[in-house]
């Protein structure tokens, strides 16, 4: 279970996913989202 420890009053973009990295930074990072399939080509 996590635990808020500080409110650092950082603002938030939508698209985007925030984490704590190895340093103890604040980091973000583009999330990525499953796109359709693409159909394949039929060869004659």
Known sequence: M???VAKVGIKKVAG???FVD???DI???KM???GKRK?????K
């Open 16 to 18: 985007y996913l925030y």
């Open 22 to 24: 190895k340093k103890g």
């Open 2 to 4: 996590a635990e808020k």
């Open 27 to 29: 980091s973000r990072a």
């Open 32 to 34: 990525v989202r499953g």
């Open 39 to 43: 159909k394949k080509k039929k060869k």
